[in-house]
T-cell receptor
Framework: AQTVTQSQPEMSVQEAETVTLSCTYD???????LFWYKQPPSRQMILVIR??????QNATENRFSVNFQKAAKSFSLKISDSQLGDAAMYFC???????????FGEGTQLTVNP | EAQVTQNPRYLITVTGKKLTVTCSQN?????MSWYRQDPGLGLRQIYY???????DKGDVPEGYKVSRKEKRNFPLILESPSPNQTSLYFC??????????????FGSGTRLTVV
């Protein structure tokens, strides 16, 4: 079974600084997708970024980028120029290409200090 | 506006009283799914549906039922709720096109308390 692990229950960053959230996963599949979701206090789940496993190029969405290391099964999220609105719970998630189940990590609570 | 609508947002009920949480999406998505979120456990899949009349169990299906009679609706039914089903529930839908996965769109969540 696939598992997703986020080893940092909590992280904090100063406003305008950069922070990296870690995620590792375990799978025997070669084709899959990886996602980062953000959950602010409103509890809405918001898709931040997605990565296809067959693509070597790391995905980027404005201030958000990932470091995808397929061999190491690592998928970290880097947030540049952190803003107060980035404060939220962040979830890493995995989904194999042929399936519909989205497997989530435990989450990392990010605090942004002014 | 493209969205997934869940109702109610908050619900307090008593043990054993049947309840239904509704979910509707207006994006014509084939895939729909229910998750529960508990502290320290992330989100866990309860049931999913790949299309009308096609449903299957997720990781934690015990105590729940679902149905998919129409493409847009995917209600979650708790026939006899118990306190261990107190949780935050999310409905989500997803489009897959040409093999590409665009990620799930989530509803706003339902906070369920069973006393």
């Amino acid at each position: 079974a696939q598992t997703v692990t986020q080893s940092q229950p909590e992280m904090s960053v100063q406003e305008a600084e950069t922070v990296t959230l870690s995620c590792t996963y375990d799978t025997s599949e070669s084709d899959y997708y990886l996602f980062w979701y953000k959950q602010p206090p409103s509890r809405q789940m918001i898709l931040v970024i997605r990565q296809e496993a067959y693509k070597q190029q790391n995905a980027t969405e404005n201030r958000f980028s990932v470091n995808f290391q397929k061999a190491a099964k690592s998928f970290s999220l880097k947030i540049s120029d952190s803003q107060l609105g980035d404060a939220a719970m962040y979830f890493c998630a995995y989904r194999k290409t042929s399936g519909s189940r989205l497997t989530f990590g435990e989450g990392t609570q990010l605090t942004v200090n002014p | 506006e493209a969205q997934v609508t869940q109702n109610p947002r908050y619900l307090i009920t008593v043990t054993g009283k049947k309840l239904t949480v509704t979910c509707s999406q207006n994006m014509n998505h084939e895939y729909m799914s229910w998750y529960r979120q508990d502290p320290g456990l992330g989100l866990r899949q309860i049931y999913y549906s790949m299309n009308v009349e096609v449903t299957d169990k997720g990781d934690v299906p015990e105590g729940y039922k679902v149905s998919r009679k129409e493409k847009r609706n995917f209600p979650l039914i708790l026939e006899s709720p118990s306190p261990n089903q107190t949780s935050l529930y999310f409905c989500a839908s997803s489009l897959r096109e040409g093999g590409a996965d665009y990620g799930y769109t989530f509803g706003s969540g339902t906070r369920l308390t069973v006393v």
